[in-house]
């Protein structure tokens, strides 16, 4: 049975990002993920590697309290450029210390490459162990993909609000995501159910009147138009969280513009 429908914020961290540098592949990955889970994202932010930016993104994203899902990617690396753990203790003030889950988790990793050979010694660097200091209160999201972990923070003390922090290193994200944070925080959301109708070499402004036919009468169903420029298509495509609703409108779209047309 569906539960109550809901809500997140992503956040991603990164000069690279903002400068052109690197494609934000990850928020497009999570913004997927968290829609087909039920938590569809509100919207998606990008802060520099600034202490001050990433504290104002979340402390935004903490007063929408509508939102129950915020996910913070990116900055917790070793190099003093990732400040992302050190903005979350201050947005939530919370004080940074170490984690024992995490101290042993990169422990662990650096006695295999030393085994290896890839490293000369087993002791922690002081850049990796930065990456064991946490705020406070974490409930760590194990990494098998790198060194820095995830971390979730429950922000109201019964389950209902989260904040998880993420590497941002693509496999590390989406493997923490997937394998700990996916199964475990985001059950029980509304499903929204989607719809989509493609027509070859239509004319997006002839879709304007049904598409407005269709707000008018299903104002619970969202309704949007995408030109497909690679394959000359234009998708229309409804979604909404009552399935029964978005077959009615996608049936009442074929009314207005049946699909043989062009």
Not at 167 to 185: Q, V
Not at 199 to 223: C, H, K, Q, S
């Amino acid at each position: 049975m569906a539960g109550a429908p809901g809500r997140s914020i992503i956040i991603a961290v990164g000069d690279e990002v903002l400068g052109g540098f690197v494609l934000d592949s990850n928020s497009n990955w999570l913004a997927q993920r968290l829609r087909e889970a039920g938590y569809a994202a509100e919207r998606i932010e990008v802060v520099a590697d600034r202490d001050d930016a990433i504290v104002a993104a979340i402390r935004r994203a903490l007063a929408e309290t509508a939102v129950t899902r915020i996910l913070v990617s990116g900055g917790v690396g070793p190099t003093p450029d990732d400040r992302t753990l050190a903005a979350v203790a201050r947005a939530l003030d919370r004080p940074l210390e170490e984690n024992a889950e995490a101290l042993a988790h990169v422990q662990g990793i650096v006695r295999r490459m030393h085994a290896a050979g890839w490293v000369p010694s087993d002791e922690i660097s002081a850049a990796n162990r930065r990456m064991t200091v946490v705020p406070r209160g974490a409930v760590v999201l194990t990494n098998r993909r790198g060194m820095a972990p995830g971390l979730a923070y429950d922000l109201d003390q019964g389950g209902t609000r989260w904040l998880l922090v993420l590497p941002g290193i693509p496999r590390e994200m989406t493997t923490i995501f997937a394998e700990e944070a996916l199964p475990r925080l985001f059950s029980g959301g509304a499903v929204e159910h989607v719809a989509e109708a493609r027509y070859g070499y239509a004319i997006e402004a002839e879709f304007v009147g049904p598409m407005t036919v269709l707000g008018n009468e299903y104002p619970d169903v969202a309704v949007g138009s995408y030109p497909q420029t690679e394959t000359r298509e234009l998708v229309i495509r409804l979604w909404g969280g009552n399935a029964a609703q978005v077959e009615a409108a996608f049936r009442r779209l074929l009314e207005l513009r049946p699909l043989a047309e062009r």
